[in-house]
């Protein structure tokens, strides 16, 4: 038996097993919804949908509308609920009230209940123990507003959660936690990167986190360069996760490729982000979800505005739920003469060059859809020895990755850095 699978029966179900389980679910919480909450049959009777016509997940996704944060903020307003319609039991019922990042706008808050332990804290178990966490272990408990609140994980893994502040600032104290209480997992985040290079100027961070046997890192994508800082100077292994349409968390998988999704939790689509039609499996499309254990609050073809692809053959590390590759959010798309790209295609291979590694660029773009693929790319002047060997180089790599042809503006990184309203976080995609 492989002992990085927390529940070996579950992750390796057969994918009959899982759509047949799927089919069942999917059944049961539309009727759920359509009985109990006031949202989802106001929606259902717009679109002319009941639920005795859904019989099969083909009759379900032909039939139940999408939803979207707008439906579900607009049902809030209106009729002053704090669930947004959503909400199918009991107010004692919910254990916790969680909410959404709020990268598109305001937070999304979500109820849930974990007694004795949901769902959510079982597709958390799941990649924690994978990743190598054990009963006995200590792990930082870090504040997170996220589904699924890490605690529960932890103790249903047998893991003892350590619960200081980890606020911003107050890592001095942190690492000297790690070192006396040898924590084996934190998270790490974007803004906190600074302020631990910061600290590594005066203190051996190799060493400070010498316990940790894995970080989990989710958010804003993290670049080469401070993967490289952290796993190679630190010594720490990084492990990424990603939401799933706020639904749950997928994480990367042990074998490194790609992020799982606990199917028995969501019925995952990945749909054609305008015309909403099934796109198959390797394209990119948008994100839609159901959340199939989720009898007190649950989001019903829910639209993520992510786009993703996704891969449901039977992955090297023997699960079988499918993996998810994240490629960035639907306001950032462009389509090059029918093909979609996004940012992080191109990301992916700038960054690949050393005179570029930094990924300062912008895809210029007046309109959705263009004829021709234009990059702005900041180049580091000191390590360019001819700017048009690197502009070949990057065009043929560009069109070999993404498939189309660019047309680029190479120029000095400073001037991309100067243009940029914030010297952390450039727009990756502008009008001109
Ligand atoms: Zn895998």
Not at 94 to 114: D, K, L, N, Q, W
């Amino acid at each position: 038996m492989d002992d990085r699978l927390f529940e070996p029966e579950i992750e390796t179900m057969p994918r009959d097993k899982i759509a047949e389980r799927q089919q069942a679910r999917v059944i049961e919480v539309v009727r759920l919804a359509y009985e109990n909450s006031p949202m989802y049959r106001w929606w259902w009777a717009r679109h002319n949908v009941r639920p005795d016509e859904i019989k099969s997940l083909a009759d379900f996704t032909e039939k139940i509308p999408f939803i979207s944060k707008d439906v579900i903020r607009k049902w809030r307003d209106e009729h002053g609920d704090p669930f947004g319609g959503l909400f199918t039991g009991a107010r004692q019922r919910v254990s916790a009230v969680t909410s959404s990042s709020g990268t598109t706008g305001e937070p999304t808050f979500f109820a849930e209940y974990h007694e004795p332990f949901g769902n959510l804290a079982m597709g958390l178990a799941r990649p924690l123990w994978g990743h190598g966490l054990r009963p006995g272990d200590y792990a930082l408990d870090q504040p997170t507003t996220f589904r699924g609140l890490t605690h529960h994980t932890m103790r249903l893994i047998g893991v003892t959660t350590v619960e200081i502040d980890t606020f911003i600032g107050s890592w001095r104290s942190v690492l000297q936690a790690i070192e006396r209480y040898d924590i084996r997992y934190m998270q790490l985040i974007g803004p906190l990167m600074a302020e631990l290079e910061r600290l590594s100027e005066h203190c051996d961070m190799r060493a400070a986190l010498a316990p940790l046997k894995f970080a989990g890192f989710a958010g804003e994508p993290i670049g080469s360069r401070l993967r490289a800082r952290v796993r190679d100077e630190w010594n720490v292994k990084l492990v990424m996760w990603t939401s799933v349409g706020d639904i749950g968390t997928a994480w990367q998988c042990t074998e490194g490729d790609g992020y799982h999704v606990g199917e028995d939790g969501a019925f995952v689509e990945c749909c054609d982000p305008i015309s909403g039609a099934a796109v198959p499996d390797g394209s990119i499309g948008e994100l839609v979800v159901t959340a199939i254990d989720d009898e007190l609050a649950p989001l019903i073809r829910f639209r993520s505005d992510d786009l993703v692809r996704l891969d449901r053959t039977v992955c090297d590390c023997s699960r079988t739920h499918l993996r998810m590759w994240p490629v960035g959010r639907k306001g950032d798309r462009i389509v090059v003469r029918g093909r979609t790209v996004v940012p992080h295609d191109v990301w992916e291979v700038i960054e690949q060059c050393d005179e570029t590694r930094a990924a300062l660029f912008q895809i210029i773009r007046p309109t959705e859809e263009l004829d021709e693929l234009r990059v702005r790319v900041g180049y580091d002047t000191s390590r360019t020895a001819s700017l048009a060997e690197l502009r070949q180089r990057l065009m043929s790599c560009i069109e070999e990755s993404v498939g189309v042809r660019p047309v680029l503006e190479m120029v000095d990184e400073q001037a991309i850095i100067a243009r940029a309203s914030s010297a952390v976080k450039i727009p990756r995609v502008s009008k001109k």
